[in-house]
């Protein structure tokens, strides 16, 4: 998984809390406090952060920040340079950015297909959440007789900058804070699919969600020239075939696709 906390972070949770009830709180304030904690030290030229501070980032009263913080302490995964001082730093150096992910050899081939039935260029994405923006992350691509482009807005971009992140957006079930956004999104859970300008400005996107059970996996889409989606049957045909796709992608991640002969 893509900037993981160390292993040392599930006995955290049980220092921090073992009833079940309170597990999921005590995960999320875990996170919430290490991340506040890398922000203010990265802002700070990795100066130690004191209590109020990684307190106020984190949301969180002090005494129970400090709870937390001494358990972390205890898994070695924060310490104090200055016993006493109420000042901390990380001992862990945490991940720069997203790692890149490897699809299947059977998502893989499931993608290259698409690309042959739409004769479009054909990408698979997934979200990454643990940054203080999410964020959606090309994973394959599928380029057919196309002629590769660079774009770092291709490779990685906010999760509401277009049609892929928007679909695994929608299919999470948030709540936005906008009514525009919630708008758009209930559009996307209504139809299954997203469309609209893709970072190569000659092109589109069409995209649609990858499901294992309920949870979000990823997006897979194909990018045709923009010029083909003037024409309403091309369009009609690379929606079916985005949908086709990413229901079997769904089914083969949820153990439901035979995988014989996909390799």
Not at 111 to 128: E, N, S
């Amino acid at each position: 998984m893509p900037n993981a906390v160390p292993d040392e972070a599930a006995s955290t949770r049980r220092t921090i809390s073992t009833t079940p009830a309170n597990t999921g709180r005590a995960a999320r304030r875990t996170a919430e406090l290490l991340r506040a904690l890398a922000d203010l030290q990265h802002a700070n030229g990795g100066r130690a952060v004191l209590l109020r501070e990684v307190a106020t980032a984190a949301g969180l009263n002090r005494a129970t920040a400090c709870r937390y913080l001494r358990a972390l302490i205890e898994a070695g995964m924060v310490r104090q340079p200055y016993p006493g001082k109420g000042a901390y730093t990380l001992n862990w150096r945490p991940p720069e950015g997203p790692a890149q992910g490897h699809p299947s050899p059977w998502m893989v081939a499931r993608l290259t297909r698409l690309q042959g039935q739409t004769g479009q260029i054909a990408l698979l994405f997934v979200p990454y959440l643990l940054s203080r923006q999410p964020l959606r992350l090309c994973t394959e691509i599928a380029w057919g007789t196309h002629e590769p482009v660079t774009h770092d807005d291709l490779d990685l971009a906010p999760l509401n900058a277009d049609a892929p992140g928007l679909v695994m957006r929608a299919a999470m079930q948030e709540r936005p804070h906008t009514r525009l956004l919630a708008n758009v999104l209930r559009q996307i859970r209504e139809t299954g699919y997203a469309t609209g300008p893709a970072p190569v400005e000659t092109h589109d996107f069409i995209a649609a969600p990858v499901m294992r059970e309920k949870n979000v996996a990823g997006a897979v889409a194909v990018m045709p020239v923009r010029p083909l989606m003037q024409s309403a049957r091309r369009r009609a045909d690379c929606i079916k075939a985005v949908l086709e796709t990413a229901g079997a992608m769904s089914g083969h991640l949820t153990g439901q696709t035979p995988t014989h002969g996909v390799a």
